[in-house]
């Protein structure tokens, strides 16, 4: 059965019994390995803890259990992160360490706990870990025993976390990424206030990426011109100047999103303007196996906004178009609620500004080479 685990969706993938039975395998074959041998086998925590217990009870001969835990933290330099072993008491001179892990992915962990075991004149290192993903290994040390070699595809349950949750699930299950999260596609946020040239751009993108436009704005008209329930409750907080409720609006965008399933993007345009919005947006995009790409800022003065506004009010027909009063609370509303959405999406390292003063094509290629770097 599929399993969620706050935003994402998983699927079985190895089983209680298969893990049992290769499980036993191993533990027979370092049985074997380690006849006579002062055996210390060393689990790196937390993800091992599950796989040691269980790999202990199938080697029978006389072992000693200790742990290690690598902590890492950021350097005070770009150097990147600097890792270190923690909760090494025991005296390993001499002995035969078999280092125990739940899973090697890159390799990096590995790598340094083998570094710094090398200080403690262990008489010989070897590895046992329970998962091995080929795909994504960097390094050539050899890795002694595995007892799955695995897709680089990311996977939880039997001692593996996500997010700290999905430990103590009894099989492994593998996270659940459906056909349309497949790379090539796009699904963008194109942001900026009201008058910023979203519209202009977003055509120009839907030419040249063939992707989705989803604009809120256009949406909500479209339920209005139907007379949909949605649209008209819509209606009563866009003539006011107000944002559209959450509910409403991640309504309307799911019915669009689930009725072009096959594009091959979408271009998200008005939307989410809060950072509440954005949280529902990731979490209903996860539902549909969907992910946002990006958010590109269009920046541009509030002077510059006015102006804009008020030519396109002349021939839009759009009542807030021509109202000044309006036009200040959608600026404003905007500075005070849309602004943490860009922080939102820049803690995930997905926020990009860019000058919308300009040419139309200027701008248009800084945001296309933006996304070409996706
Ligand atoms: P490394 O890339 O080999 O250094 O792996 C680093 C750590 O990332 C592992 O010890 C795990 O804690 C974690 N990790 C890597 N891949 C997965 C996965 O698919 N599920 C859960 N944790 C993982
Ligand atoms: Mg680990």
Known sequence: MNIQIKDKFFRPFLKEQQLKDRIAQVGADITEKYKGKDLVLLGVLNGSFIFLADLCRSIHIPLTCTFVKISSYEGTQSTGKIKNLIGIGENLNGKD???VEDIIDTGNSMKHMLEQLSDLNPASVSIVTLLYKPEAFRFNYAIDYVCFEIPNKFVVGYGLDYDSLGRNLTEIYQLDTPQLT??????????????????TQSEKLIQQYGLTHLSTGDLFRKHLGEGTELGLLAKKYMNEGHLVPDEVVIKMVEEKISETKDSKGFIFDGFPRTTAQAEALDQMLAKHGL????????????????ERIKERGKTSNRVDDQDDEKITTRIQVYLNETLPVAAYYEKQGKFQNINGVGAIDEIFGQITSVIDSY
Do not use: C, H
């Open 291 to 306: 992910e946002i790409s990006g958010m590109i800022a269009l920046d541009v003065p509030q002077d510059i906004l006015r």
């Open 182 to 199: 497949k790379s090539g596609m796009y699904n963008i946020v194109l942001f900026g206030p009201p008058g910023a040239g979203k519209g």
């Open 97 to 99: 360490v078999l280092i």
